[in-house]
């Protein structure tokens, strides 16, 4: 795995050997990042379930001005300190080795988010506890890109009731990202 483009364009991460987190591949993290690059430069990005970091890495080295990586695997958290360091990123990088939920809480009244990447263990429902908590915080606001990599089968139908709306779906061979954001409301006179 490495960083696609940016400031640290073509250094390799690294990542746990075995089962313990699943990195997004170079080639669906660069689809992704093709898509969102545009609206990157001085955002202020979260990396969910954040494995190795890699896609925190990929925003702050496109010109995110700061990113927050949520991880409570202590060896994953500790990876992604030694790719912040060798990405000379850790400077505009946060590092929370809790629950994500818990972390969200603690979050609650300190940020507000552009953009929200979440890539929980698949066929849990973990994206949808995360979005119920997020249709009522503070972190998020009416433009927050929330971008779940889930597999292909996962249902977001309920996004909907929790006042998001899907905008954008990507589907891979395996899994796909699935983008949301606040429904908007409608303006009555």
């Known amino acids: 795995m490495r960083v696609i483009a940016g400031s640290a364009k073509r250094l ?4 746990l050997d075995g089962l313990e987190t699943r990195p997004t591949t170079d080639r ?3 689809t992704l990042f093709n898509m969102i690059s545009p609206y990157l430069y001085d955002c202020v990005f979260l990396d969910l379930f954040s494995g190795s970091g890699g896609i925190g890495i990929e925003a702050l080295s496109r010109g ?3 990113a ?3 991880e409570k695997n202590p060896k994953a958290m500790a990876c992604i300190k030694e790719n912040l360091k060798f990405t000379k990123l850790d400077q505009k990088a946060t590092t929370m080795t809790n629950d994500v ?7 609650e009244g300190e940020k507000v988010f552009d953009f929200i990447f979440m890539d929980p263990p698949y066929d849990r429902q973990l994206e949808k506890r995360v979005l119920e908590y997020l249709s009522d915080s503070g972190l998020v606001y009416e433009n927050t890109v929330i971008i779940v ?3 292909k089968e996962t249902d977001f139908s309920y996004a909907d009731d929790l006042g998001f709306s899907v905008i954008r779906e990507k589907v891979y061979k395996t899994n796909k990202h699935v983008f949301l ?4 409301k409608e303006v009555i006179c």
């Open 149 to 151: 990599e889930a597999s």
């Open 64 to 66: 995110a001005k700061e």
């Open 101 to 107: 939920l818990d972390a969200l809480c603690r979050l």
């Open 12 to 15: 390799k991460l690294k990542t």
């Open 181 to 184: 954001e606040k429904a908007g």
């Open 28 to 30: 669906i993290k660069e």
């Open 68 to 70: 927050v990586f949520v």
